[in-house]
């Protein structure tokens, strides 16, 4: 079974509930010529609004977070000590800033890496999270015990204080079958699935 993940989905679940969620998932690129790659997403960080002092939104809206008060189920792509670009899907309604950071996938372990890995950049920014994108993501059926995932505190922020750089709002898949540095299997693309959909179809 493969399935997008619609943007309805994105928006209608919790920011630290839907970011657990997501560990599982696949991560879909879609690369010059057609071909497809496809990673499994084994870890995730949850940002959760203007109320959390480690979101970017944490002091409302600017020129880098607009992106952030879209509707949930585009992407949101930025710069990282001028060197690593940074891989974030928003979610939630429109108006409430909240986005989970893609931190690894198979074969990849670290935001930095993911992004290289799939040659993702800041032209992805405010994308949609859909196939006319190039950069989607897909459930195929993978089901994740819980006791599989661990829940940490997020890496880097400390500069959001006590409270907030304690919250347990990192997700990591602990299964070394399934980990970040796992082997990826590659994906042989559907040409009758992968077909492009119409603007309303995923």
Partial sequence: MRRVIKA???QGKKTVALARWLIGKHLVRRHAAGRLEA???TEVEAYD???????HARAGRTRRTEVM??????WYVYLCYGVHEMLNLVVGPRGR?????IR???GASGPGRVTKALGIGRALNGAAARRASGLWIEDRG????RRLVQATPRIGVAYAGPIW???????????????????LIPHIPNPRAERPRSLGGD
Avoid at 166 to 183: E, G, I, N
Wanted: charged fraction near 25%.
């Fill in 8 to 10: 309805k989905v994105l």
């Fill in 39 to 41: 990673r499994m997403i």
């Fill in 49 to 55: 609004g203007e109320r959390d002092l480690a979101c």
């Fill in 69 to 74: 008060y879209a509707p949930g189920g585009v």
């Fill in 97 to 101: 800033p909240a986005a989970v950071l």
């Fill in 104 to 106: 690894g996938v198979e």
């Fill in 142 to 145: 993978v089901r994740v015990p």
């Fill in 165 to 183: 750089a304690k919250k347990p709002w990192r997700f990591v898949l602990t299964d070394h079958k399934c980990s970040a540095s796992a082997v």
